[in-house]
């Protein structure tokens, strides 16, 4: 069974537009979990631009679900996570210019960080922490290496191409890393671009996969048709009821 993560970076971003206290991402978290969501996914970025520290904060103590802290190597942010202490931390790559997140970490160019930065969250009490890759082998492989002991595949190719024969195609390379992170011990998660008309594709082709993680998709079907009911039909296509 594949658990259902959503995440709520979307409802501060629209909140932070109008630099407003509302809508609050931490009571969007209720509504999702309420609705069924297995957990909560948010990201702290460097430059604050949609989750804050007192978001973080609240989040650690209304969630009920799994919490996943995504988060880039900056020491700052690592010193939140660390103290948050969220189930799973998942590292990804950050650039101030970049709208959401554009590909996966390159962990073969930062092993040394990585090595470095992934035992000070196990030493803080953090039980999973994934890495936010491409299925290309080499950097499944290096994730293993470095100590993480999951990944999260990147499927924002798979969300981006459009004719039917591009998209088996990636979700098959999907399959193929879902399989290697699979035979190397390595839990398999997955996000970026899920929505509701490629899930189905997604979840019949790639194995092994625990949970998705899911926000855009979900936070603008929720402003036409309410977030209880957005996120009780995405439950529906990722855990059958
Ligand atoms: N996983 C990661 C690592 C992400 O950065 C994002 C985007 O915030 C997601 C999953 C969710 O992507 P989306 O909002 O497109 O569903």
Same mark, same amino acid.
């Given at each position: 069974m594949t658990n259902l993560l959503i995440n709520i970076d979307h409802v501060a971003t629209l909140r932070n537009a $109008? $630099?407003?206290?509302? @809508?609050d991402p931490v009571a969007a978290a209720v509504f999702c979990e309420t609705a069924g969501a297995d957990g909560i996914v948010f990201h702290l970025r460097e430059d604050r631009r949609h989750i804050t520290e007192r978001d973080v904060r609240l989040l650690k103590e209304t969630v009920r679900g799994k919490l996943d802290f995504e988060l880039s190597t900056n020491e700052d942010v690592l010193a939140i996570c660390c103290r948050t202490q969220p189930h799973l931390a998942t590292l990804v790559p950050e650039r101030r210019e970049e709208v959401t997140t554009e590909g996966g970490l390159d962990v073969v160019g930062h092993r040394d960080r990585l090595r470095e930065v992934i035992p000070r969250l196990f030493d803080a009490g953090i039980e999973e922490v994934a890495l936010f890759v491409d299925p290309v082998p080499a950097q499944i492989e290096a994730s293993r290496e470095v100590g993480a002991n999951a990944i999260e595949l990147h499927t924002g190719d798979f969300a981006i191409a459009r004719a039917r024969e591009a998209q088996k195609a990636e979700a098959e390379r999907l399959a193929r890393g879902a399989e290697k992170a699979h035979e190397l011990g390595l839990r398999v998660h997955a996000g970026h671009g899920l929505d509701y008309l490629n899930y189905p594709l997604f979840a019949q082709t790639v @194995?092994?996969?625990r949970e998705v993680s899911i926000g855009f998709a979900v936070v603008a079907r929720a402003v036409l048709v309410g977030l209880d009911r957005a996120v009780r039909e995405m439950r529906l296509l990722v855990k059958g009821y």
């Open positions: $109008r $630099r407003e206290t509302f @809508p @194995p092994h996969v």
